[in-house]
């Protein structure tokens, strides 16, 4: 198997939570630290991403990591909702 397979959806969710959160990729990538080359690449399944990446989308997002797994639910369109508790250490 493609070791980027199934990354494309993935990150198709990452641009859809990006876009409805009111982030250009220069902004997103810019508060994550990494270029806006990268996190288009990233989200275009043409490069893999690290879990410290996906981390700090999903707290720039407001959301919990498995949220960026999946398309942006309703309740993301407003942007001054963030999910409560993201620690999600034990």
Not at 43 to 70: D, K, M, N, P, T
């Amino acid at each position: 198997m493609h070791p980027l397979k199934g990354r494309k959806s993935v990150g198709h969710f990452l641009r859809a939570w990006r876009e409805i959160r009111g982030h250009s990729l220069r902004d997103a990538a810019e508060r994550i630290g990494i270029s806006h080359a990268q996190l288009g690449r990233i989200e275009r399944g043409a490069q893999e991403y690290r879990q410290s990446q996906f981390e700090a989308l999903a707290y720039l997002y407001g959301c919990h990591v498995i949220h960026l797994l999946e398309p942006p639910p309703a309740w993301a369109k407003d942007t001054g909702r963030v999910v409560k508790d993201m620690d999600t250490s034990p």
